[in-house]
C-alpha cells in the first residue's frame, strides 16, 4: 500500500486517471404475481405452436392430400371433449444437422387417452407436419408411456401411425426409441388390445410396431406400408414399382394378409375402428363386452332351414347364414379381402360379442389352404387371449391338394389353425352345416378339441373324405360304382355316425341354431378352463 501510493505522489494525479466504480443497480424484483402471469402467458403460447404442429401451410397441406390432421384424428375417434394429452411440451434435445433450430412443441406426436363410447381408450397420433412425423427418442418416450399406462390399468391402444420412419438426424437414438416400442407391443400382446390405423405412410423399421398390434387397418390411396421403398428396390434389385403397388392398402388387404381392413378415407377409418372397439373387452382381465339389444334370444330362423342346396357340390355363401343368425343382422368381418375360402369377425348373440369362424362354400369351396389357415388361427387365438367365445360355422372337403400347397408348408400352417382350437379354453360352439371331410373336421373346432357344443344340421356329411374319392379306392375295380357311392352316402355322408357316437351333441334344424347359440352362451358364460402349466407353448411359426 505504502509502495503504491508513493508511486502515485511522484507520477502526479494529473497523469494517472481516477478509478471510477460506479455502483451496481439495485436488481428489479419481480413480483410474485407478474412471474405466475409470464408463466401462464407462456404455457398458453406453447399449447397454441403445440396444436399448430408444423405450421399453417403443413396442416393445409395435409388436408390438400384428402389427409386429416394429427389431432383431428384423436377428435374423431374419441367421445367429444374426453381427450386429455400427455407431454404436449416435450420437444427433442438433438442439436445435429442445425436440427437445434428445428424445435417444435410436441415433437410430432400427440399423445393421451380419452373415452370410446364411454370406455377409456390411449391413443397416440404421429403428426406428418412436423419433420414428416418422423421417429425421435422423444416422440417414442411419449409413445411408450402411454403403452405404460394402457398396461397398468388394463385399457386399450390405438396407433394412429403417418410416418416417413426414423429420424436420421437422431441415428441409433431414433432406432432405440422403435426398440423400446416393440418391446411394450410384444409385453402388451394377449394383455390388452392393440390396434394401429395406418394413415399415411409406415415404412422401414416403423412397419414392425403395427406388425404385432392385433388389428391393422389402412386407408385407401393415403397409406402404405413397407420395408424398403421403391428407390431402394429399384437401386438393390433394378425393379420399377411405386408406393401403392408395393405396399398400398390393396396389396396388403388381399395378397400380403399384412392388414386386416382398408376403408375410403380417415373418417370412414376411425368411425370403425370406434365400432371394432366396441366388440373388445378393454383387456384380458375382463369378459367378452355386452350391450343391450332389441333383437330376441328366442327367434327363430325359418329361412336357414333353405338355406343350403341338396346337392352337395352347389355353393351358398356363409355370410347370409352369419347376418341371419347374429343379433340385428351386424356382423363386422375382419381380413374381408384376403383368403376369402374362411370368413372370420366379431358379430353378438343376445348382446354377447362373439368371434365367427367359418368356411366360405361360395370361395373354391371353403377348402383350407396355407393363407385361410394362417387367417383362421390368428383369428382364434386373438379370441381366446381377450375372453371372446368362438362360433365357429364348418362346411369344409379338406385341406387343398397340390405341389404349391405342400411345397409352401400347408402341414405347418394349416398345424397353426389346429393348436389355436386346441389351445383355447373360451366357450367354443360349433355348427356343422354340410362337409366336414378328412383331417379338416378334427381341425374346426371339433369335439376332440374339447368343442364345448358341437351341432351338425341335418345336411352334415361327417366322413373322412366325400363319397365319390371314397367309392373310388374301397371299390376300385367294382362295376357298380354308383350303388357303392349311394351306399356310403347312406352309411357315412350323414351325421347319424357322428351323433351316435357322442361327436356331435345334437342333430338340429337350421331355423334353431340361434336359439340354441345364445343358450349356450349363457350357460357357458362362466366356463373355466385352463391349460398345463408352461412358460408358453411351441405354436408352429
Not at 386429416?68 to 377428435?75: F, G, K, Q
Not at 383362421?376 to 367365445?389: K, L, M, Q, T, Y
Request: proline residues 5%; neutral net charge; aromatic residues 8%.
Amino acid at each position: 500500500m505504502f509502495r503504491l501510493t508513493t508511486t502515485v505522489a511522484r507520477l502526479g494525479a494529473a497523469r494517472v486517471p481516477a478509478m471510477r466504480y460506479a455502483a451496481a443497480a439495485p436488481a428489479e424484483v419481480v413480483p410474485a404475481w407478474l412471474q405466475q402471469k409470464r408463466t401462464s402467458e407462456r404455457i398458453e403460447q406453447e399449447r397454441k405452436q403445440a396444436h399448430l404442429g408444423g405450421g399453417e401451410a403443413r396442416l393445409k397441406a395435409q388436408h390438400d392430400k384428402g389427409k386429416l390432421t394429427a389431432r383431428e384424428r384423436i377428435d374423431l375417434l374419441l367421445d367429444p371433449g374426453t381427450f386429455r394429452e400427455s407431454d404436449i411440451f416435450v420437444t427433442h434435445n438433438c442439436s445435429d444437422f442445425g436440427m437445434e433450430k428445428q424445435k417444435v412443441v410436441g415433437d410430432g406426436v400427440v399423445a393421451g387417452y380419452g373415452r370410446v363410447n364411454g370406455r377409456l381408450v390411449y391413443v397416440f397420433s404421429q403428426d406428418f407436419s412436423v419433420l414428416g412425423g418422423s421417429m425421435s427418442w422423444s416422440n417414442a418416450q411419449k409413445i411408450c408411456k402411454i403403452m405404460d399406462q394402457a398396461m397398468l390399468v388394463g385399457a386399450p391402444v390405438v396407433g394412429l401411425n403417418d410416418s416417413g420412419g426414423a429420424r436420421i438426424q437422431e441415428g441409433v437414438e431414433a432406432l432405440a426409441g422403435y426398440a423400446e416400442i416393440f418391446q411394450r407391443n410384444v409385453n402388451a400382446s394377449g394383455v390388452i388390445p392393440q390396434l394401429s390405423l395406418i394413415m399415411g405412410p409406415c415404412a422401414g423399421g416403423a412397419v414392425y410396431s403395427p406388425a404385432i398390434t392385433d388389428f391393422t387397418m389402412m386407408v385407401k390411396d393415403t397409406s402404405y406400408l413397407f420395408v424398403t421403398g421403391p428407390d431402394v428396390i429399384k437401386s438393390v434389385t433394378n425393379e420399377d414399382v411405386d408406393m401403392e403397388t408395393l405396399g398400398g392398402s390393396k396389396v396388403h388387404t388381399s395378397k400380403s394378409g399384412v392388414a386386416h381392413n382398408a376403408f375410403e378415407n380417415d373418417v370412414d377409418a376411425l368411425i370403425q375402428t370406434r365400432e371394432l372397439l366396441g366388440f373388445l373387452p378393454n383387456s384380458n382381465r375382463e369378459p367378452a363386452p355386452r350391450r343391450e339389444t332389441h333383437d330376441p334370444t328366442d327367434r327363430l330362423v325359418p329361412s336357414l332351414n333353405m338355406i343350403v342346396p341338396p346337392d352337395s357340390h352347389t355353393a351358398y355363401d356363409i355370410k347370409d347364414v352369419i347376418n341371419k343368425m347374429v343379433d340385428e343382422e351386424e356382423f363386422f368381418e375382419i381380413n374381408s379381402n384376403f383368403a376369402k375360402n374362411i370368413v372370420v369377425g366379431f358379430a353378438r348373440f343376445g348382446g354377447r360379442s362373439v368371434g365367427i369362424v367359418a368356411n366360405q362354400p361360395a370361395v373354391k369351396s371353403g377348402v383350407l389352404d396355407i393363407d385361410s389357415s394362417v387367417k383362421g388361427a390368428r383369428f382364434v387365438r386373438f379370441c381366446d387371449a381377450f375372453n371372446i367365445p368362438i362360433v365357429t360355422l364348418v362346411d369344409v372337403p379338406g385341406f387343398l391338394p397340390g405341389v404349391g400347397q405342400e411345397h409352401g408348408g400347408i402341414i405347418r400352417h394349416g398345424a397353426k389353425l389346429l393348436y389355436a382350437y386346441a389351445e383355447a379354453t373360451v366357450p367354443k360352439i360349433t355348427v356343422i352345416t354340410r362337409k366336414a371331410y378328412g383331417g379338416a373336421y378334427d381341425v374346426m373346432s371339433s369335439k376332440h378339441l374339447r368343442g364345448d357344443v358341437n351341432y351338425a344340421w341335418p345336411s352334415a356329411e361327417i366322413a373322412v373324405m366325400g363319397a365319390k374319392g371314397a367309392v373310388a379306392i374301397l371299390y376300385r375295380k367294382d362295376p357298380n360304382l354308383v350303388q357303392r357311392e349311394n351306399e356310403y352316402v347312406e352309411k357315412f355322408a350323414n351325421p347319424f355316425p357322428a351323433a351316435r357316437k357322442g361327436f356331435v351333441d345334437d342333430i338340429i334344424e337350421p331355423s334353431t341354431t340361434r336359439v340354441r347359440i345364445c343358450e349356450d352362451l349363457l350357460r357357458l358364460e362362466n366356463k373355466q378352463l385352463s391349460n398345463p402349466k408352461r412358460k408358453h407353448g411351441n405354436i408352429p411359426l
